[in-house]
Nanobody
Framework: QVQLVESGGGLVQAGGSLRLSCAAS????????MAWFRQAPGKEREFVTT????????MYADSVKGRFTISRDNAKNTVYLQMNSLKPEDTAVYYC????????????????WGQGTQVTVSS
């Protein structure tokens, strides 16, 4: 079992930056592919970005490409999401997720989830 705890959310003005962290425990972190998803009020949860187990491959949603960067530190059992040039439409609860096996962006393939952290971007 893997436990995931997100941190770093908050309130920021449009154009600003935030860095989210997701600390993992209870498993072999370096074996897991990691991802960030988000859910805005009244909307379904959506894919944001994912990084494979080694950190050498990443994928991004078109809506965040060029603004967000995912990274991981396997020595610290932590995955990060650097968010720059934030927009009001980025307002959502951000969730960290982990999966073994095949790497991908389909949330149905992710076995472990954090509790989420709120990101609010004011205009």
């Amino acid at each position: 079992q893997v436990q995931l705890v997100e941190s770093g959310g908050g309130l920021v003005q449009a154009g600003g930056s935030l860095r989210l962290s997701c600390a993992a425990s209870g498993g072999t972190f370096g074996s897991y592919h990691m991802a960030w998803f988000r859910q805005a009020p009244g909307k379904e949860r959506e894919f944001v970005t994912t990084i494979n187990w080694s950190g050498k491959s990443t994928m991004y949603a078109d809506s965040v490409k060029g603004r967000f960067t995912i990274s991981r530190d396997n020595a610290k059992n932590t995955v990060y999401l650097q968010m720059n040039s934030l927009k009001p439409e980025d307002t959502a609860v951000y969730y960290c997720a982990a999966r073994l096996g095949g790497w991908g962006k389909d949330q149905r393939g992710y076995d472990y989830w954090g509790q989420g952290t709120q990101v609010t971007v004011s205009s």
